[in-house]
């Protein structure tokens, strides 16, 4: 291993996990003291919206300094009762942890109410696909039990071309996410619940000529009003598998700001007339999803808290369903907003009537 030194043959797969954390590069640490005075040292492992993952070093003894830039060397050796692992990322910056065992720590959390927003165009199927590739990673590094039975019936549909080719990132999922054809059998059993008998005339065309042009097609048509219903029963499974999680808590008052933006914003849109629930709203041919994005529990960046973001859909009057604004077709409108200030302007209260 170019990055870790260290026999680790035999030991449990902690130590395994340990060695691609700095295979990976992704080493970081928080010293946390324990009730009884010891501290133990806490590696994140995995962190995203539906986990944090990490790997944690009991009775734990840290010695010298971590900064700087470049890349991580350590170096795992057994000191008789314990282990001792040294981490060096330059010639000044060397660290030196003395401990006992590691064991993993995993808390699970809901995700559905997320949404990032790195690419700008239809954003309702690029924030699907970030939750759904976040799930199916979930099972891929912590394995069958990290995810629930209502997630094993969707997480496929990453592998699925048409799908994944709304990349929430400024690059193509194709290399992370490899076809399978548990992907076309999601997509399938997806289509028939929500009715879509179009999409499944042409999912039966691909299964039949796989080809590239195909796959294009289906993608196309994705974005498609037609496939709102479809779009729709894809957003119920992830919910229904979210809500089985906790949400994130935290220290401080964290989750009392959290309570008291949600209200605040939902006072502030219907103040501006709009009625529903919490997250969608609706005032006539206008329609708003509130989005929000969560920070880690631990190890966070400074400066990062509890934000919110706006899903704004514009359609015909009458025909206002959830997201539809983002759908391709006339007088179709979807864009996303950072604050609420929008609803003052004069041009969004006329597409309101």
């Not at 400024?170 to 059993?189: A, H, V």
Request: one cysteine or more; aromatic letters at 14%.
């Amino acid at each position: 291993m170019e990055f870790f030194e260290g026999n680790i043959e035999g030991l449990p797969e902690e130590f395994h996990l340990l060695a691609e954390v700095f295979e990976a590069q992704v080493f970081e640490f928080q010293m946390k003291k324990r009730p009884d005075g010891t501290e133990d040292c806490w590696i994140p492992y995995l962190m995203n919206d539906a986990v944090e993952c990490c790997l944690c070093l009991r009775n734990c003894r840290f010695r010298g300094e971590y900064q700087g830039e470049g890349e991580a060397f350590a170096r795992l050796t057994r000191e008789e009762e314990q282990y001792l692992l040294v981490v060096r990322k330059n010639r000044d910056s060397t660290a030196s942890f003395w401990f006992q065992r590691i064991e993993i720590k995993s808390r699970f959390y809901r995700y559905h109410e997320i949404g990032h927003f790195w690419v700008t165009g239809q954003e309702q199927w690029r924030r699907l696909v970030y939750l759904v590739g976040t799930v199916y990673e979930k099972r891929q590094y912590l394995g069958e039990n990290a995810v629930n039975g209502k997630e094993k019936e969707f997480l496929e549909l990453i592998t699925f071309p048409p799908f994944r080719a709304y990349s929430p990132i400024q690059e193509s999922l194709k290399e992370r996410y490899p076809e399978t054809k548990g992907g076309l059998r999601t997509m399938e059993r997806l289509s028939e619940e929500a009715g879509d008998g179009g999409y499944r005339l042409l999912l039966h065309i691909y299964r039949r000529i796989p080809v590239p042009l195909v796959s294009w097609w289906l993608k196309r048509r994705l974005n498609s009003p037609k496939r709102q219903k479809l779009y729709e029963t894809l957003l119920d499974w992830i919910e229904r598998a979210s809500m089985e999680y906790p949400e994130r808590q935290y220290e401080g008052s964290l989750n009392e700001e959290r309570q008291k933006a949600r209200k605040d914003t939902e006072k502030t849109i219907r103040d501006a007339g709009f009625s529903g629930t919490f997250p969608w709203f609706q005032k006539g041919s206008l329609g708003i999803t509130v989005m929000e994005e969560h920070p880690f529990t631990i190890l966070e960046s400074d400066g990062y808290g509890f934000r919110m973001q706006y899903m704004v859909s514009l359609v015909e009057k009458g025909e206002n369903r959830r997201d539809g604004g983002f759908f391709s077709g006339k007088r179709r409108k979807g864009w996303i907003e950072k604050d609420l200030s929008f609803l003052q302007e004069k041009s969004c209260t006329r597409n309101q009537k």
